[in-house]
């Protein structure tokens, strides 16, 4: 069974950083996607960046390029968003998800994923 657990969110001022976890069990890591994904009140929810476990490739939204990154790391299970210079629009809850990764699919797209953990809130605030 496909468990993806996010923790890290808080307050955090403008200009500020965090770094979110999902903790992930279930499931064999090397052959997945992982991806954040932010959902703020009234938006649709919109994909963040994205890692091919395997090979760490990396996918990022233009709106986080250069502020954000994503990690992972296989012994712990775990990948990571390292988000910098936060800004009030980053605000949002944050998701975790997941998929067999496959050459096609928009894996920054939320259509994409079929598993997702619960979120942990972003509030980013002076």
């Known amino acids: 069974q496909v468990q993806l657990v996010e923790s890290g969110g808080g307050l955090v001022q403008p200009g500020g950083s965090l770094r979110l976890s999902c903790a992930t069990s279930?499931?064999?890591?090397?052959?997945?996607?992982i991806g954040w994904f932010r959902q703020a009140p009234g938006k649709e929810r919109e994909g963040v960046s994205c890692i091919k476990t395997g090979d760490g490739t990396e996918y990022y939204a233009d709106s986080v390029k250069g502020r954000f990154t994503i990690s992972r790391d296989h012994a712990k299970r775990t990948v990571y968003l390292q988000m910098n210079n936060l800004k009030p629009e980053d605000a949002a809850v944050y998701y975790c998800a997941a998929d067999i990764w496959s050459y096609g699919p928009n894996y920054l797209s939320a259509h994409a994923m079929s598993y997702w953990g619960k979120g942990t809130l972003v509030t980013v605030s002076s």
């Open positions: 279930g499931f064999a890591l090397d052959y997945y996607v």
